[in-house]
């Protein structure tokens, strides 16, 4: 079955210093990969996706590549801020109508300023 | 608002009780999705609605948890006899449906369940 896998946190930061949140995956087929993100009291945001092989998803600052030959789709952004903290998940979709989304279980970043 | 709306926002209850849960999709939404969100487990993926039928009902825990969606929107998801381990955040997603690669399941807020 497919599953995503994220490196453990939590993790934290000063401001203006460089990110990256792993992220691999096991899955059959060529799914879509998602980053999600959940600010303090808030729900659910799509930050960003990439639906096929090399593309690179990217948002407010962040990119993610699609990594086939090494099923990953790490997070990075050059400088965070501290309206970055958050909870971040990564996430998996197979290409089939209307399927579920597999998550991670979610990294906490905490950006100090 | 236009948004994915869940009642209530919080729900407290006592060991054996039935709670239900509700979702209001986005309108003109036909796919709903409910999941939950606890420590240590992360996200995971209990039901998906197509339209009022739910093809794909894997996830659900047990046979204490069950939901139905009426009239192609609302969807409610009952949880029977609770049991501590159903403390939880219960998120409910949709999708305007189809297969497009452009699909994206829009999340509401949650219901924060606590189960004495």
């Known amino acids: 079955g497919n599953s995503v896998t994220q490196m453990e946190g939590p993790v934290t930061l000063s401001e203006e210093a460089f990110l990256t949140i792993n992220c691999t995956y096991t899955?059959?087929?060529?799914?879509?990969l998602f980053w999600y993100v959940q600010y303090p009291g808030e729900g659910l945001q799509l930050l960003l996706k990439a639906t096929k092989a090399d593309d690179k998803g990217s948002n407010k600052g962040f990119e993610a590549t699609y990594r086939k030959e090494t099923t990953s789709f790490h997070l990075e952004k050059g400088s965070v801020q501290v309206s970055d903290s958050a909870v971040y998940f990564c996430a998996l979709r197979d290409t089939g109508a209307n399927s579920k989304l597999t998550f991670g279980k979610g990294i906490t970043l905490s950006v100090r300023p | 608002g236009a948004g994915v709306s869940q009642s209530p926002s919080n729900k407290v209850t006592e060991k054996g009780k039935d709670v239900e849960l509700r979702c209001d999709p986005i309108?003109?939404?036909?796919?709903l999705y409910w999941y939950r969100q606890s420590l240590g487990q992360g996200l995971e993926f209990l039901i998906y609605?197509?339209?009022?039928?739910?093809?794909?009902k894997s996830g659900l825990p047990s046979d204490r948890f069950s939901a139905e969606r009426t009239g192609g929107s609302v969807s409610t998801l009952t949880i029977q006899r609770t049991q501590q381990e159903d403390s939880a955040v219960y998120l409910c997603?949709?999708?305007?449906?189809?297969?497009?690669?452009?699909?994206?399941?829009?999340f509401g807020p949650g219901t924060r369940l606590t189960v004495l």
């Open positions: 609605f197509q339209g009022n039928s739910a093809p794909d």
């Open positions: 309108s003109g939404h036909t796919a």
């Open positions: 997603a949709s999708e305007l449906g189809g297969q497009g690669l452009l699909r994206e399941q829009f």
């Open positions: 899955a059959t087929g060529y799914p879509s």
